[in-house]
């Protein structure tokens, strides 16, 4: 099994940046089935959405909302893979959770809060 733990979460300003961070860890073999990482977010009272995805080849699909603020990335050698969000507004306030597909599961992160608000 692999298990994915997340960090970099917290509170910030309007027009502020901030750094997750999702890391796997477990099985060798599931890890490296792995093909693509992504990240999700939940607001309160919203249904959960995808916000970027990151192929092992490195290419990435973002929700509109996000184009041009927001940064994925990943390291293979170290199943991490990153959100570097920028210019961050009040409604990007939700839990954000890693995710990670393999051919054969789906896996989750327990979910980091972000919270913009001045």
């Known amino acids: 099994q692999v298990q994915l733990v997340e960090s970099g979460g917290g509170l910030v300003q309007p027009g502020g940046s901030l750094r997750l961070s999702c890391a796997a860890s477990?099985?060798?073999?599931?890890?490296?089935?792995?093909?693509?990482m992504g990240w999700y977010r939940q607001a309160p009272g919203k249904q959960r959405e995808l916000v970027a995805v990151?192929?092992?080849?490195?290419?990435?699909t973002y929700a509109d909302s996000v184009k041009g603020r927001f940064t994925i990335s990943r390291d293979n050698a170290k199943n991490t893979v990153f959100l570097q969000m920028s210019s961050l507004k009040p409604e990007d306030t939700a839990v954000y959770s890693c995710?990670?597909?393999?051919?054969?599961?789906?896996?989750w992160g327990q979910g980091t809060q972000v919270t913009v608000s001045s």
């Open positions: 990151i192929s092992r080849g490195g290419s990435a």
């Open positions: 477990g099985n060798i073999f599931s890890i490296n089935a792995i093909n693509a």
């Open positions: 995710n990670a597909e393999s051919p054969w599961n789906n896996y």
